[in-house]
């Protein structure tokens, strides 16, 4: 799911959507308004599924998207290789997350993890 808002109004921190990739600002670089056109603003983003870094550079009054991110719950039920099976602990979906190589080792099965859900994709929190 993604809302439609102004570029002018993206703070940094926040996220937006970039190449159809949600992604997080780490920053944004506003002109003045010339003679000859509105003022323009650069932002620079990250991916948070990916990690590539991103920018685009557009009107402050054009309209872009920005994703809604949430941050779930789950139990992990099965750990196989790099990926474990994962339920959430609202709706009860089994779904399966890869696991990062910085998490490797410290997932557990029987145990609650946070992960982020974005656009139909999900990783670890």
């Given at each position: 799911?993604?809302e439609?808002?102004?570029?002018?109004?993206?703070?940094?921190?926040?996220?937006?959507?970039?190449?159809?990739?949600?992604?997080?600002v780490?920053?944004?670089?506003?002109?003045?308004?010339g003679?000859?056109?509105?003022?323009?603003?650069?932002?620079?983003?990250?991916?948070?599924?990916?990690?590539?870094?991103?920018?685009?550079?557009?009107?402050?009054s054009?309209?872009t998207?920005?994703?809604?991110?949430?941050?779930?719950?789950?139990?992990?039920?099965s750990?196989?290789g790099?990926?474990?099976?994962?339920?959430?602990?609202?709706?009860?979906?089994?779904?399966?997350?890869?696991?990062?190589?910085?998490?490797?080792?410290?997932?557990?099965?029987?145990?609650?993890?946070?992960?982020?859900?974005?656009?139909?994709?999900?990783?670890?929190?």
């Amino acid at each position: 799911m993604k809302e439609q808002t102004e570029i002018g109004k993206i703070k940094e921190g926040r996220y937006i959507v970039i190449e159809e990739e949600p992604c997080r600002v780490v920053g944004i670089a506003t002109s003045k308004p010339g003679k000859h056109g509105a003022a323009k603003a650069r932002i620079d983003a990250v991916g948070i599924f990916d990690g590539v870094k991103r920018s685009i550079v557009q009107p402050v009054s054009a309209k872009t998207y920005i994703p809604v991110v949430e941050r779930k719950s789950g139990q992990v039920l099965s750990i196989a290789g790099n990926t474990a099976q994962l339920m959430d602990m609202k709706d009860f979906t089994n779904f399966e997350i890869p696991i990062p190589e910085d998490k490797k080792g410290t997932i557990e099965v029987g145990k609650e993890y946070m992960y982020i859900e974005s656009m139909g994709k999900k990783k670890f929190d």
